[in-house]
């Protein structure tokens, strides 16, 4: 594949270019057959318009000298990358970038995911994405910093931020509770073909092969996240019986296979995972062993949404005065303080210690902090036990 960037053209321009070009393939393949070289005509069309932008663009004109103007080419080896969404995610891997802004470019102009979608997994407001966005487009013109691949060595130093881009859209498709479930399939089922396919380059270690795992085990329980009424489901509510055993059996092979001196990660989450998918039911999970893994987990890297989780697993695991005491210090985080999650997690736990006038505060808060509808009607669920719990 061939990637091709104007040097004095920014993104904001080129994504316009890039926009036009695939609505006249809907108007044009519409009327015609599709093209042989699909990608070739895309190409094509992308760079006369290119062409016409600059001449038509005065200032433009004078930095290019009105007809000539820079063409960078940039050939990927084809032995090392074959899919070519993956080629990309090495790509926006630059070193000249900060990693905030690394991740944020790939998920919007490689995966293609909305501003709101991305603030949503960084835990960033719009506004702030928004703002990286605008100066990462400017960095990357006046830097002139090209999208090129490089050799393997030094591909090899880009791979742990391939890793959580991908692992960052998994989890988009898997998490989230917005759109149709063909949707969140397509996000989980990308991630896992471009991670099989780095699987099979000369790129992938062993924490790809940990990734890999989990990604495979949570794939096994995403049809039972949604009742067939559309119904958000927690891990206590799910059916067991829909789990797909083949996926949990590949992915028990795949952290088998990962098994390294350096632990990483991927590596304490697909544990976990791997725990949840072999308990026979939900009060069989093996919490104390989880609530361990969680620890190191946090010793690895400090996150406040692994210690929700953290948080969750404590209480399963007969520890709920510890568990409480960690949530209600998360309460007090700018961000957790408004995340809809951590307050019907709070909402959930109180009603099972049967505080319902506390779960119903927290719930309602948290009804407000959504307004994605499945997790709404979760919500409300949980609310019409508490009031039901009430009147009885």
Same mark, same amino acid.
């Given at each position: !594949?061939?990637?091709?960037?104007?040097?004095?053209?920014? !993104?904001?321009?080129?994504?316009?270019?890039?926009?036009?070009? $695939?609505?006249?393939? %809907?108007?044009?393949? +519409?009327?015609?057959?599709?093209?042989?070289?699909?990608?070739?005509?895309?190409?094509?069309?992308?760079?006369?318009? #290119?062409?016409?932008?600059?001449?038509?663009? +005065?200032?433009?004109? !004078?930095?290019?000298?009105?007809?000539?103007? *820079?063409?960078?080419?940039?050939? $990927? /080896?084809?032995?090392?990358?074959?899919?070519?969404?993956?080629?990309?995610? $090495?790509?926006?891997?630059?070193?000249?970038?900060? /990693?905030?802004?690394?991740?944020?470019?790939?998920?919007?102009?490689?995966?293609?995911?909305?501003?709101?979608?991305? #603030?949503?997994?960084?835990?960033?407001?719009?506004? &702030?994405? *928004?703002?990286?966005?605008?100066?990462?487009?400017?960095?990357?013109?006046?830097?002139?910093?090209?999208?090129?691949?490089? /050799?393997?060595?030094?591909?090899?130093?880009?791979?742990?931020?391939?890793? +959580?881009?991908?692992?960052?859209?998994?989890?988009?498709?898997?998490?989230?509770?917005?759109?149709?479930?063909?949707?969140?399939?397509?996000?989980?089922?990308?991630?896992? !073909?471009?991670?099989?396919?780095?699987?099979?380059?000369?790129?992938?270690?062993?924490?790809?092969?940990?990734?890999?795992?989990?990604?495979?085990?949570?794939?096994?329980?995403?049809?039972?996240?949604?009742?067939?009424?559309?119904?958000?489901?927690?891990?206590?509510?799910?059916?067991?019986?829909?789990?797909?055993?083949?996926?949990?059996?590949? &992915?028990?092979?795949?952290?088998?296979?990962?098994?390294?001196?350096?632990?990483?990660?991927?590596?304490?989450?697909? #544990?976990?995972?791997?725990?949840?998918?072999?308990?026979?039911?939900?009060?069989?999970?093996?919490?104390?062993?989880?609530?361990?893994?969680?620890?190191?987990?946090?010793?690895?890297?400090?996150? /406040?949404?692994?210690? %929700?989780?953290?948080?969750?697993?404590?209480?399963?695991?007969?520890?709920?005065?510890?568990?409480?005491?960690?949530?209600?210090?998360?309460?007090?985080?700018?961000?957790?303080?408004?995340?809809?999650?951590?307050?019907?997690?709070? &909402?959930?736990?109180?009603?099972?210690?049967?505080?319902?006038?506390?779960?119903?505060?927290?719930?309602?808060?948290?009804?407000?902090?959504?307004?994605?509808?499945?997790?709404? *009607?979760?919500?409300?669920?949980?609310?019409?036990?508490?009031?039901? #719990?009430?009147?009885?």
């Amino acid at each position: !594949m061939l990637l091709y960037c104007f040097r004095d053209m920014d !993104m904001a321009n080129a994504e316009d270019i890039v926009q036009d070009a $695939f609505s006249a393939a %809907l108007i044009s393949w +519409k009327e015609d057959n599709m093209p042989a070289n699909a990608e070739g005509w895309l190409f094509k069309v992308c760079r006369n318009k #290119a062409i016409n932008k600059i001449k038509a663009d +005065k200032k433009l004109s !004078m930095v290019n000298g009105a007809e000539h103007f *820079d063409i960078h080419e940039t050939v $990927f /080896p084809e032995s090392l990358i074959k899919d070519q969404q993956l080629k990309l995610l $090495f790509a926006c891997a630059h070193p000249g970038l900060a /990693p905030k802004a690394q991740v944020v470019i790939t998920l919007k102009y490689v995966i293609n995911l909305k501003v709101e979608a991305i #603030a949503r997994i960084l835990a960033m407001s719009i506004d &702030g994405i *928004d703002k990286l966005l605008v100066r990462s487009r400017q960095k990357i013109k006046d830097e002139k910093i090209l999208f090129e691949e490089l /050799p393997a060595g030094t591909l090899n130093k880009r791979i742990p931020v391939v890793h +959580k881009i991908l692992y960052l859209v998994f989890n988009e498709g898997y998490k989230s509770s917005w759109g149709k479930q063909l949707i969140r399939e397509e996000l989980c089922e990308e991630a896992l !073909m471009m991670t099989k396919i780095l699987l099979e380059s000369r790129l992938a270690n062993n924490e790809t092969c940990a990734l890999y795992a989990l990604m495979l085990f949570n794939a096994a329980r995403l049809r039972s996240r949604f009742s067939i009424s559309g119904a958000l489901l927690d891990l206590e509510e799910q059916d067991r019986n829909v789990w797909n055993q083949d996926l949990i059996i590949l &992915g028990s092979k795949y952290l088998q296979q990962s098994k390294d001196v350096t632990v990483s990660s991927y590596h304490y989450e697909a #544990a976990i995972a791997y725990l949840h998918c072999i308990a026979g039911n939900f009060k069989a999970t093996r919490w104390n062993i989880i609530t361990g893994l969680y620890q190191r987990l946090l010793q690895l890297h400090s996150n /406040p949404f692994i210690e %929700l989780n953290y948080a969750i697993a404590l209480y399963y695991s007969g520890k709920k005065e510890n568990a409480f005491s960690i949530l209600k210090t998360l309460h007090q985080h700018t961000f957790l303080h408004q995340y809809y999650l951590l307050n019907t997690t709070l &909402g959930k736990l109180y009603l099972l210690e049967k505080d319902h006038a506390k779960a119903k505060n927290y719930l309602l808060a948290a009804l407000k902090q959504t307004n994605i509808l499945a997790e709404k *009607d979760f919500i409300m669920r949980l609310l019409e036990k508490t009031i039901n #719990a009430d009147t009885t």
